[in-house]
């Protein structure tokens, strides 16, 4: 078994929590709140100013993040050859199937197998780092590109999705707290809309963050080979420049009141081309900071909860359903009381990491994943 690079499983640890910082609300909110605070009529201060912060620091950019990381491990497992890949990112794709339908419609594990997939003979076929990057660059901003197209065509009416009326928003919150047939149905249809929205836009920013990772993995960018001034130099050049690209579109969906074009579509194109500058900025904050963060003990737990990232992300989901909609908690607070709650779900992530990986020496779903892996691909796995 390969050794494990510490400062990625603590950036992959660090994604997964940054994650549900925007996750949160879709748990504890209509679907259309995710990118739209004013769903329901003008906001309060407290959640226009929680939207406007998240939106700058976290919306996109560790789900980029993640991508990234996701493409490095792609290249660290092509000498695994190709039916060791396309079964384990196939199991992935099953996994975030039954994800999306019996759980939870915010699933993002259907999305990344189903683009590595796509992707992954990509990585092996790269002549160099550079080329695998500036590919990446390039399908990342086709995916940019079909989101401004898609504001100038699309109908400046808004749809349920963006503008529910009450009776929307009552039989999403009847759906979700009564489970079963009803909200597997409305997941299924969920699923068939992002399905769309992955094929159309949201596919391409994927590939290209994944092409960028395996890029900067085969570089040794991603491995920590480089200096530590590096990596500070990075982070503070794009960092602020990613900033000043945001918050003038942040303060413009302010002011339009949240319009649907603009703040659906045009508005999002600084964002999404600022997040993948501020995922890099963010690695780079990591590796940069890395010999004088690695001895705290919160840096050990990020990284411990990084190496059981899958099975660390599908409890997430599973605690904030069980909160939400088991309990009914769903709709019952705002969203800062929202994020109030991440770090309660976070501590849970790193008491049952901590707990299990005291006995095993991986978490259960990604064990579960190399086993299933290898009888797809017909191996024989030696004993741990």
């Not at 898609?150 to 503008?163: N, Q």
């Not at 391409?204 to 990772?213: D, K, P, S, T, Y």
């Not at 900033?243 to 339009?256: K, S, V």
């Not at 963010?282 to 919160?298: M, N």
Request: net charge positive; hydrophobic share 50%.
């Amino acid at each position: 078994m390969r050794s494990r690079i510490a400062t990625l499983d603590f950036a992959r640890g660090l994604a997964i929590f940054g994650i549900l910082l925007l996750n949160i609300s879709a748990f504890g909110l209509p679907k259309a709140a995710y990118l739209n605070p004013a769903f329901a009529g003008t906001p309060s201060a407290s959640d226009t100013w929680t939207w406007a912060v998240l939106d700058a620091l976290a919306q996109g950019k560790f789900l980029m993040m993640f991508a990234m990381l996701f493409g490095g491990g792609l290249f660290l497992l092509l000498p695994r050859g190709k039916h060791w890949i396309q079964a384990r990112l196939s199991i992935l794709l099953l996994c975030g199937f039954l994800h999306a339908t019996l759980m939870w419609d915010g699933d993002i594990l259907l999305s990344y197998g189903l683009i590595g997939l796509v992707c992954w003979r990509m990585v092996r076929e790269g002549r160099s780092s550079q080329s695998l990057i500036s590919t990446g660059i390039i399908l990342y901003l086709i995916g940019v590109a079909v989101l401004a197209m898609l504001g100038f065509i699309t109908s400046p009416k808004p749809g349920s999705f963006w503008l529910p009326g009450p009776a929307e928003i009552q039989y999403e919150q009847y759906w979700r707290l009564k489970g079963g047939w009803e909200a597997i149905r409305n997941r299924l249809d969920l699923l068939s809309s992002s399905l769309l929205a992955i094929g159309a836009q949201y596919g391409w920013e994927l590939a290209g963050a994944m092409l960028i990772g395996s890029g900067l993995m085969r570089s040794g960018w991603l491995k920590g080979a480089f200096r530590v001034s590096h990596y500070r130099k990075v982070a503070a050049v794009l960092l602020p420049l990613s900033l000043l690209i945001q918050i003038p579109a942040i303060y413009l969906q302010y002011r339009t009141g949240w319009d649907y074009r603009w703040s659906g579509f045009l508005l999002q194109v600084p964002r999404e081309i600022g997040s993948l500058m501020q995922a890099v900025s963010y690695l780079a904050l990591c590796y940069g900071f890395w010999p004088l963060i690695s001895r705290w003990r919160i840096t050990h737990w990020i990284s411990q909860t990084g190496r059981m990232a899958l099975t660390n992300y599908l409890l997430q989901t599973l605690i904030c359903i069980t909160f939400f909609n088991v309990f009914g908690f769903y709709q019952h607070f705002d969203r800062l009381q929202l994020v109030a709650l991440v770090p309660l779900v976070w501590a849970c992530n790193v008491l049952v990491t901590l707990l299990w990986l005291r006995h095993f020496r991986q978490g259960p779903v990604e064990w579960l994943w190399r086993q299933l892996t290898a009888k797809a691909a017909g191996e024989e796995l030696k004993a741990a």
